[in-house]
């Protein structure tokens, strides 16, 4: 006899699913998680009504290339420990380094991994994230935390606009760490256009740019490009990309950094 998951385990493996096949049908996944077709049915109206898929007739697909979920929902649908691709990218943060921090729900990961070693010269953190902000551990080593100004968006929890843009004009960083919808050969992509005119201020006032995604970014496109991969200083995950995107990363220069490699044996 199968034991039987919980809701939410359900909801979560149904979004993955959608992210390897652009359907799903109702019979087949009540199979698969030996429940009846009407529990189903409600956990396929639940995540339509958050907007995480689109209800079709006999079952439900992936959302389109121009929308995505607000931050919170993304959070909560996120891959298993999503927060390490953040304990990676807080490890490359250097004493007394300037660091521009994109909003997202895989780059406010980093937040709480912004604490410098006892004594060591203070980090500027600037953002426009206010996720970022709250979630920095007490102990953080900063010596100065600047949120950028511009038109709140609660579903990013975040600011963007002209005002955000020509802030971050006055500034130079030595990191950039940004998010995206997703990374195929053709470059990263964003669904939020508002949210790409901000990457593409911190990627041209940061000496680097690191991309910080976990693996089911890989081989995805959406609505806007925000630039070409060898834009980017390096790609931060959790696991490694697939051979394709492997290797037209490493043609152009970038670097991966994957948990999956940093792992202690």
């Given at each position: 006899?199968s ?6 385990e ?9 992210q390897v096949?652009?359907?799903?049908r ?8 030996d ?39 993304r959070?909560?649908?996120?891959v ?25 729900s895989?780059?406010s ?24 902000v ?5 102990q ?10 511009g ?13 955000t843009i ?14 995206a919808?997703?990374v ?5 992509s ?10 593409r ?21 959406y ?30 220069g ?7 490699d940093?792992?202690?044996?």
């Amino acid at each position: 006899m199968s034991l039987r998951i919980g809701k939410k385990e359900r909801h979560q493996r149904i979004l993955k699913e959608l992210q390897v096949h652009p359907h799903v049908r109702v019979a087949t996944l009540a199979e698969r998680f030996d429940v009846a077709t009407e529990t189903i049915r409600r956990d396929l109206d639940g995540l339509s009504d958050e907007g995480l898929i689109k209800r079709e007739f006999g079952g439900a697909s992936a959302q389109p290339m121009g929308h995505q979920p607000d931050l919170a929902q993304r959070q909560m649908t996120a891959v298993a420990g999503f927060e390490r691709i953040g304990m990676l990218a807080g490890t490359m943060i250097r004493p007394g380094e300037v660091i521009m921090i994109d909003a997202g729900s895989t780059v406010s990961q980093l937040a709480p991994y912004l604490v410098g070693a006892v004594g060591a010269q203070p980090r500027t953190i600037l953002t426009n994230c206010y996720a970022v902000v709250q979630g920095m551990d007490e102990q953080a080593v900063i010596d100065d935390v600047i949120l950028c100004p511009g038109q709140f968006d609660p579903r990013e929890n975040a600011v963007y606009g002209n005002d955000t843009i020509e802030f971050l004009k006055r500034f130079h960083a030595n990191k950039a760490f940004i998010g995206a919808s997703g990374v195929a050969w053709q470059g990263f992509s964003d669904v939020n256009r508002r949210a790409v005119a901000v990457k593409r201020a911190m990627m041209e006032r940061s000496d680097e740019t690191w991309l910080m995604v976990d693996h089911t970014k890989f081989d995805q496109r959406y609505l806007e490009n925000v630039a070409p991969l060898d834009a980017l200083t390096g790609v931060i995950t959790d696991r490694m990309p697939p051979e394709k995107l492997l290797n037209q990363l490493d043609r152009v220069g970038v670097q991966i950094i994957a948990w999956e490699d940093n792992t202690p044996q």
